[in-house]
């Protein structure tokens, strides 16, 4: 599935990133990253075409369609309608546990591709690293995956103060704040979107730099972004807090159907 992919990175990219980045020490190394806050990160993100969700234009196109032909209709709930083109990104992450969690809202029909039988599909997976392992979870099937634990796969390092005023293919634009967090807005200097990055994260190795990759890592996290002539991603930060306790229930893995009737 997909998602595994991608939630890989939040791993994978570590050894390019320590071997290349992050402040020096005074023996030539990085920075070892210390006192890491716990952060709790609540993102939505959505493709855009003319200023509009697209899977949500999409479906109220083809529901207008069925109910002027007459046909049976079962159309989504008003809730569904509003998860629907959405992806949900949460994390946890602090000195001693990292927590991605993704899920997606996706439309099907049931029957033939003429139906008009509509639901919601939900997507996702959960992944966590802690000195137990890493452990990831498909939301949609509750199959899980375990891998030994990683001695480096928590180290942090500062990211590269020099990364907060320049990063190629990109433009600095100022100082903003978004979900009560600072960030450095950059635009893309191809005029496709604008973003903000989180710039009070570079003492544990986020970077307060400009990205082409707008989802949530250990190493980055975007609080919005926004296509400039609407169309591409947009994303939303609903709420980001530095230095507060977890609520551990949150952090429970969610079992959710792979689709909703």
């Known amino acids: 599935m997909t998602f595994v992919v991608f939630n890989r990175l939040h791993l994978s990219i570590a ?41 949500r ?19 989504l709930s008003d809730a569904d309608v509003a998860r629907l083109g959405t992806i949900r990104y949460e994390a946890w992450l602090s000195s001693d546990e990292e927590v991605f969690r993704t899920r997606e809202w996706r439309l099907l029909n049931d029957g033939p591709s003429t139906s008009c039988q ?50 190629p293919g990109f433009r600095r634009a100022g100082n903003r704040k978004v979900a009560g967090q600072p960030c450095n807005e950059w635009n893309d200097e191809n005029g496709r979107f604008r973003q903000c990055v989180w ?41 980001m807090t530095v230095g507060q306790p977890f609520e551990r229930s949150e952090l429970a893995v969610p079992r959710e159907p792979s689709s909703q009737q």
């Open 199 to 239: 710039s009070a994260g570079a003492p544990w190795g986020f970077t307060p730099g400009a990205l082409n990759d707008y989802r949530p890592s250990r190493y980055a996290i975007v609080l919005e972004q926004e296509p400039l002539d609407g169309n591409g991603i947009r994303l939303t930060t609903q709420r």
């Open 15 to 55: 050894a390019l990133l320590l071997s290349g980045c992050g402040n020096a020490n005074d023996n030539g190394g990085p920075t070892a990253a210390s006192n890491m806050p716990s952060i709790h990160l609540d993102q939505r993100a959505e493709t855009l075409v003319d200023g509009r969700n697209a899977a």
């Open 118 to 167: 509509f639901r919601l599909e939900t997507t996702g997976l959960q992944e966590a690293q802690s000195a137990s392992g890493l452990e990831q979870v498909d939301l949609a099937t509750g199959e899980h995956s375990r891998s030994p634990a990683d001695s480096d796969g928590l180290a942090r390092f500062a990211a590269d103060a020099d990364e907060a005023s320049a990063s």
């Open 57 to 75: 234009t999409s479906y109220q196109q083809a529901l207008s369609d069925c109910q002027a032909a007459g046909l049976p209709t079962r159309a």
